[in-house]
Structure formats: C-alpha cells, structure tokens
C-alpha cells in the first residue's frame, strides 16, 4: 500500500524557516518524481514545485511564489522528500501535501498534509 | 502561466442528479488535465486524467472528456459520497496550475 507521511509542519514567525519531512513507503520512491502542494486554509490548491528522479538530475521547478525561498529535495536511500522553507510569509500558512508523480505525470497518491503557520 | 476557470464555483444538487462541471483553460493544454476530488479535512483524490482516463479504483459514474481549452467532469448519478470540492489541473507546462474549485452540496 502506497502510503505518504508528512511531518515537521508548526508555528513560525515571520522571517522564519521550517523543514517539512515526507516518508514514502509502498512503491519504489526512487522511480518517481515528487511534488509538494499546499492549500491555504479555506482555499483552493496551490502546486508548490516538483523534484524530478535520478536519471532527470534530481532537477526541480517552483511556482514563482516561493522561487528562491523554498527548496525541495530528496533522500532516496530513506524514501524521504524534504522541503526547506525560508523567509516565510503569512501568505505561506497553509496545510502542505506531498504528492507521488505517476507515470502519466499526475498526482496519484497524496499524504494527509502537515500544516504550517507562519504567525507573529 | 496557464489560467485554469472553473464553472460553477458552487453546485447544489441532489442525490440521483447528473451533474457537469466546465474547466476552460487560457491557452491550449491539449489533454493535460486532470480532475481531483476532495473532502473536507482529507487529501485530494485524482479521479479523472489525460482528460478522460478514469483512475483505478474510481466509480464509473464519473467521466471526463474535453481537449484544447474546454473539458467537463460528469458524474451521472450523484451519490451521498460524492458531495465535495472538485479540481481541475493542467500540466501542459509549469506552473501547473488549478482551477479554483467547484464546491459540490447537497440540495
């Protein structure tokens, strides 16, 4: 069973950083590429950015609202998919998904999300 | 970056209903979208992809179609359990993007 396990999400100020950790189990975590998505409470989603596998180069790609401010990365000898966060805003609160990359290049599994407040 | 409208933001239907919700995106994403379900307090759930693929595992009921600028989510005969927040998404080229939401109550 495919399963994904986000943590490390909590109360920051502004200004801040934070780690967000998501464990993979399941399915073969290195032959996928990864994204983050956040939603903002009572708000649509937002697709963070991506990390590509091995074999791209563990390329990325952000939304331009956190370009230069946040970083995904991965672990793949731990089945673990990281995003760092800095100089967060209080645009930046919001529930935070990390997401598998099918085949065919959509989101097909998602874990349960980890919330991050960015609050004075 | 590509502009995803959904139509209507908010759906009030009855159990039984068929129901059609409208995706039109602001350029050509040819079928690079997808449609997610969610629920209050839980993950999105992809249901539909490459416009018109129906995800394993989800009820027949529900169907896309559409290409280019236009596509539609039809569920035929709505259930208790399909009373949610529907998604469209492109990714035709990045940002990917979502539609802002369809919000789907009982009547």
């Known amino acids: 069973e495919v399963q994904l396990v986000e943590s490390g999400g909590g109360l920051v100020q502004p200004g801040g950083s934070l780690r967000l950790s998501c464990a993979a189990s399941?399915?073969?975590?290195?032959?996928?590429?990864m994204d983050w998505v956040r939603q903002a409470p009572g708000k649509g989603l937002e697709w963070v950015g991506r990390i590509r596998k091995k074999s791209n180069s563990y390329t990325t790609e952000y939304a331009a609202s956190v370009k230069g401010r946040f970083t995904i990365s991965r672990d793949d000898s731990k089945n673990s998919l990281y995003l760092q966060m800095n100089s967060l805003k209080t645009e930046d609160t919001a529930v935070y998904f990390c997401?598998?990359?099918?085949?065919?290049?959509?989101?097909?599994?998602w874990g349960q999300g980890t919330l991050v407040t960015v609050s004075s | 970056d590509i502009q995803l409208t959904q139509s209507p933001s908010f759906l009030s239907a009855s159990v039984g209903d068929r129901v059609i919700i409208t995706c039109r995106a602001s350029q050509d994403i040819s079928s690079y979208s997808a449609w997610y379900q969610q629920k209050p307090g839980e993950a999105p759930k992809l249901l539909i992809y490459s416009a018109s693929t129906l995800q394993s595992g989800v009820p027949s009921r529900f169907s896309g179609s559409g290409s280019g600028t236009e596509f539609t989510l039809t569920i035929s005969s709505l259930q208790p359990e399909d009373f949610a927040t529907y998604y469209c998404r492109q990714r035709k080229s990045y940002p990917i993007t979502f539609g802002q939401g369809t919000r789907l109550e009982i009547k």
């Open positions: 997401s598998r990359v099918s085949s065919d290049y959509d989101n097909d599994y």
């Open positions: 399941g399915f073969s975590f290195s032959d996928h590429y």
